[in-house]
């Protein structure tokens, strides 16, 4: 076999179907689209979600609640998660990045407290909580806190 000899199954790749070319296709003269009426014609048709003069669907459902535009969405870490960092290391949002922790858009990070450290770290984050500055402090690390 060579891969030249290479060729998918009979039947398992279908060729596109040409609409108005000819009469002998079977395709020709109206190409499948009847005759007359708003969706013969080119550019016809009605937009996505009408419905006839229906009321919508999107009209028709209850609206409930609110977007804030301006939520702030921060990657979650925990205490657990810094043991893999070197003891004496700055741990920064670049460097929870570079080891994988946080991933995606986010407006910070947040330090929460669940697991134990043994290793003294220094911790520079936007949000931290109680129990994981205690538990950094504790370990005889030190934290920052930046102000968002």
Avoid at 47 to 70: A, D, S, V
Avoid at 77 to 83: M, P, Q, S, W, Y
Avoid at 85 to 91: I, L
Avoid at 109 to 128: C, H, N, S
Wanted: charged share 25%; proline share 4%.
């Amino acid at each position: 076999m060579r891969l030249n000899d290479l060729a998918p199954a009979p039947g398992a790749r279908k060729s596109r179907k040409r609409v108005g070319r000819g009469v002998g296709s079977g395709w020709g003269k109206t190409a499948g689209r009847g005759s007359k009426g708003q969706n013969s014609r080119s550019g016809g048709g009605v937009r996505p979600g009408y419905e006839g003069g229906q009321m919508p669907i999107h009209r028709r459902l209850p609206k409930r609640g609110f977007t804030n535009i301006f939520k702030k969405t921060y990657a979650v870490i925990n205490i657990r998660d810094l043991a893999k960092m070197e003891s004496g290391s700055v741990v920064d949002e670049a460097a929870l990045v570079r080891a994988g922790l946080v991933k995606g858009r986010r407006d910070g990070v947040k330090l929460l407290g669940q697991g134990d450290i043994a290793i003294p770290l220094t911790v520079k984050i936007d949000l931290i909580s109680q129990s994981a500055r205690q538990k950094i402090e504790s370990a005889g690390g030190t934290v920052e806190v930046s102000q968002l």
